[in-house]
Nanobody, 123 residues
């Protein structure tokens, strides 16, 4: 089993940047994929991006391309989500998740989740 802990969220002004981190522990396989999602109250969890752990292949939601950059550091067992040019509509809880297999955008394809980190963007 893999445990995930997110950090890096906070309150930021519109136009700013944040880098979210997700530290993974446990039995991490080379065939592992880490995904990032976000959720606001009353809405479904929304896919942002995913990175395949071994190859570093990245996969983005079409609506998230451009301002979001996903990456991973295998040596640190840590994944990252860089968010630039933040907008108030980016306000959400951001979650990382893991699955065994290739990149997917459906939350139901993921096996485990972190508790999330809150990102709040002020206008």
């Amino acid at each position: 089993q893999v445990q995930l802990v997110e950090s890096g969220g906070g309150l930021v002004q519109a136009g700013g940047s944040l880098r979210l981190s997700c530290v993974a522990s446990g039995h991490i396989l080379s065939a592992y994929t880490m995904g990032w999602f976000r959720q606001t109250p009353g809405k479904e969890r929304e896919f942002v991006a995913a990175v395949e752990w071994n190859s570093a292949f990245t996969y983005y939601s079409n609506s998230m391309k451009g301002r979001f950059t996903i990456s991973r550091d295998k040596a640190k067992n840590t994944g990252y989500l860089q968010i630039d040019s933040l907008k108030p509509e980016d306000t959400a809880v951001y979650y990382c998740a893991w699955r065994i297999g290739d990149s997917r955008g459906n939350p139901s394809d993921y096996n485990g989740w972190g508790l999330g980190t809150q990102v709040t963007v002020s206008s």
